[in-house]
Nanobody, 125 residues
Framework: QVQLVESGGGLVQAGGSLRLSCAAS????????MTWFRQGPGKEREFVAGINWTGNETPYVDSVKGRFSISRDNAKNEVYLQMNSLKPEDTALYYC??????????????????WGQGTQVTVSS
């Protein structure tokens, strides 16, 4: 049974930092593309950042470029999202997702087979 469990969310002031983690089990983690999505209040789910098997492909949504960094540790079966210079508009429920396929559109939620339950990030102004 595949499980993705996110952690690391919380309440932070604008300008602060958080590091999200997603622990995967029940799959061959190193064979999966891993991605972070988010859904803010009253908004649609949005692609944030993705990472391929080797970590040499890491697309980001424009709004987080230069502030967020995605990484993975295949030995620990974990993917991370380092979030710096947080803004109130980053407030959202953050999900990790996993896809075993090649050549996917990272931003398309239909590309992913597995999803976590999410971790809440709230940024106060």
């Amino acid at each position: 049974q595949v499980q993705l469990v996110e952690s690391g969310g919380g309440l932070v002031q604008a300008g602060g930092s958080l590091r999200l983690s997603c622990a995967a089990s029940g799959l061959t983690f190193s064979a999966y593309i891993m991605t972070w999505f988010r859904q803010g209040p009253g908004k649609e789910r949005e692609f944030v950042a993705g990472i391929n098997w080797t970590g040499n492909e890491t697309p980001y949504v424009d709004s987080v470029k230069g502030r967020f960094s995605i990484s993975r540790d295949n030995a620990k079966n974990e993917v991370y999202l380092q979030m710096n210079s947080l803004k109130p508009e980053d407030t959202a429920l953050y999900y990790c997702a996993a896809s075993p396929r090649l050549g996917i559109d990272y931003s398309d939620a239909l590309s992913y087979d597995y999803w976590g339950q999410g971790t809440q990030v709230t940024v106060s102004s």
